[in-house]
């Protein structure tokens, strides 16, 4: 773990400690811990972000990737698709997105893709 990303990580989790509920450090603690390759963590922390905001298109799409880095492409695909129910647009970066490799030669990943294009 890189210094920045330690000292990140320390200060976040200090506030969630004192704060557990307040979804800008559970967001940012998600992200944080994925790339630091903290997966489990930055999936508990995404799945915890769809528990308190369950209408944010944005909080499943981060579980959407964190399912989709543990290879647990079905969840994923769910998650995705309720992400586009809620409103999800950005193709361009769900296109190119890495954390979604390993779901992106699945047909209902296309068809989600398609559906997000027709928006546009």
């Known amino acids: 773990m890189n210094r920045k990303n330690s000292f990140e990580i320390e200060f976040f989790e200090k ?14 603690l998600g992200g944080l811990y994925t790339k630091e390759g903290r997966i489990d963590d930055g999936l508990k922390m995404d799945r915890k972000l769809v528990r308190l905001m ?9 579980l959407a990737c964190s ?26 970066w769900l ?14 990943f296309g068809k989600l893709a398609s559906e997000i294009k027709g928006t546009h």
């Open 95 to 108: 296109l190119q997105d890495p954390d979604l490799d390993s779901i992106k030669s699945y047909s209902s």
């Open 54 to 62: 369950p209408e944010n298109p944005n909080a499943h799409y981060n």
């Open 15 to 28: 506030i969630h400690k004192r704060c557990p509920d307040f979804t800008e450090v559970v967001e940012i």
């Open 67 to 92: 399912l989709a880095l543990k290879r647990r492409n079905r969840e994923a695909i769910q998650s995705l698709s309720k992400a586009v129910d809620l409103g999800y647009n950005d193709i361009e």
